[in-house]
């Protein structure tokens, strides 16, 4: 027979088993999933600091042209070490690639920061002609890409500068000084830099060209030294060579022209007598609609002529002088 | 009969600790997967008739890729609806660039969509099995 002591016992012995049969199995089980989660953890971490080496890796990526080969210079201007897996060639235009296969080259390269790296790419864009662009992959995964560059049989033109930046402006002010300035916002070349025109008449329009490399321009237009303001319109900043043109309109009201009235101011009737001198002068008058003054820059004396036997022994002649709207002045004693 | 029973119980609480061990592992594999699925578009360009665009891409990360959506439709539209379907593998490591040939739809400024999940998650039968592990990148078409 089994005492009441002995059932007790038991009961606790089996509830004790029944706890160590649980733990034994719970505890695994928790170390197990924490060492799973410290794995997930460190894979996180790993992935985070390959986004930041990714994002720290910088490229520079320039075309040049050293005898026949046609070249890029890549220059690791970041702090990492990095690892150029892949080089593009592609028409700016179409996107077309030059390589049926896609990439032109794909010889792994390795670059210590600091260091540069030339790859001949002459193979990739042989006799073509038109308007290219490189782009450089690293194994990171980043994209670096040239400037775009215009090539004549696959070879880059003598000239330092292949594009044309033409500047037009329309309606300028009659005497004032207008100067363009143009100043690279990238690597970007440009010869001249500025510009200055002086304007000799009311709503003159000028266009300017200036020899530009690939890359981005601001174009500033000033007044007489001071910046014209146009709004968003000045400066204006245009990426060469997707834009090659750029206009100021200082949109001012056209001016139209008006005729001088020309007034003679002579003695109604003059009698016959020999050696009798008459005087005339002429003098002209700025009608009051005209919309700006006039400077009278010259006089044609010939055009007095004096009929019925006499002659124009003297005629002297003023010019130079500003004319206002409304205003008469002589310019023809005679 | 105290023995028998305790047997039973260790045998559940065995069974029970190795399912969760194994749910465990299968989770935290997935979520690493998907934690290392990066998909490159290195150039892409349109078709002559403007129908399709060969869409280059490459893999930094470090499991194979399936690419189970590629299209291309204009930037700000909202993306077309099809089903997935399998339209090539990326190898890890930047290894290979691989070309996709994917539909095009609207006019331009263009952007290309693409959807890829880990290569040992992707079952061709049931292709959507996992997609919530499956990486959604999104590329201005340039030009």
């Known amino acids: ?334 | 009969m105290a023995v028998a029973i305790g047997i039973v119980l260790m045998l559940v609480s065995h069974s029970w600790a190795a399912s969760v061990g194994t749910r465990s592992l299968d989770q935290t594999n997935k979520e690493i997967a998907q934690q290392w699925s990066l998909l490159l578009v290195e150039h892409a360009v349109l078709s002559d008739d403007g129908s399709n665009a060969t869409v280059y891409v490459s893999n930094p990360g470090k499991y194979e890729l399936v690419v189970l959506r590629c299209v291309v439709y204009p930037r700000g539209a909202p993306p077309p609806t099809f089903s997935f379907n399998e339209h090539g593998r990326v190898p890890p490591n930047m290894s290979l660039v691989v070309p996709l040939t994917c539909p095009v739809y609207g006019a331009r400024p263009f952007v290309i969509e693409l959807f890829a999940i880990p290569a040992h998650l992707y079952n061709p039968r049931e292709p959507s099995t996992n997609a919530q592990y499956g990486v959604t990148m999104k590329y201005d078409l340039e030009g």
């Not at chain 1, 910088?58 to 897996?85: C, H, R, Y």
């Not at chain 1, 593009?88 to 920061?113: E, H, K, L, M």
């Not at chain 1, 992959?137 to 090539?151: D, P, Q």
Request: net charge negative; aromatic share 8%.
């Open chain 1, 1 to 334: 027979m089994t005492s009441r002591g002995d059932l007790g016992f038991s009961s606790v012995v089996a509830a004790v088993f029944t706890v160590v049969i649980v733990i034994a199995a719970l505890i695994p089980t928790l170390l197990y999933t924490q060492s799973l989660y410290s794995i997930l953890s460190s894979e996180i971490n790993e992935r985070r600091r390959f986004e930041i080496e990714r994002y720290s890796e910088k490229l520079d990526v320039f075309v040049l042209q050293i005898g026949n080969e046609l070249t890029l210079k890549v220059a690791n201007t970041g702090p990492i070490s990095l690892v150029v897996v892949r080089v593009w060639a592609y028409d700016v235009g179409t996107g077309a690639t030059f390589s049926p296969d896609g990439p032109c080259r794909i010889q792994p390269i390795a670059i210590n920061p600091g260091s540069e790296e030339l790859i001949d790419v002459s193979a990739c864009v042989s006799g073509y002609t038109g308007y290219v662009m490189f782009k450089v992959v690293t194994e990171r995964g980043r994209e670096f890409t040239s400037n775009v560059v215009g090539l004549r049989n696959g070879m880059l033109p003598l000239s330092q500068f292949p594009f044309t930046l033409t500047v037009s402006i329309l309606n300028m002010h009659r005497g004032k000084t207008y100067t363009v300035e143009v100043t690279p916002l990238d690597d970007g070349l440009v010869s001249p830099r500025t510009f200055t025109h002086k304007a000799t008449a009311s709503n003159e329009n000028v266009t300017v060209a200036f020899g530009t490399t690939a890359g981005t321009f601001n174009v500033t237009l000033y007044e007489n030294n001071r910046l014209v303001d146009l709004g968003d319109s000045n400066p204006q900043s245009v990426r060469v060579p997707d834009h090659t043109a750029v206009v100021f309109d200082l949109e001012r009201t056209v001016i139209t022209s008006v005729n001088l009235e020309v007034t003679i101011m002579a003695p109604r009737r003059v009698g016959y007598a020999e050696g009798r001198e008459v005087q005339v002068s002429v003098f002209v008058r700025l009608p009051s609609s005209a919309q700006e003054p006039v400077t009278i820059t010259s006089v044609q004396a010939n055009l007095l002529i004096a009929a019925g036997g006499g002659q124009v022994d003297e005629c002297s002649i003023v010019s130079g002088m500003d004319l206002y709207p409304n205003q008469m002045i002589l310019v023809a004693p005679a």
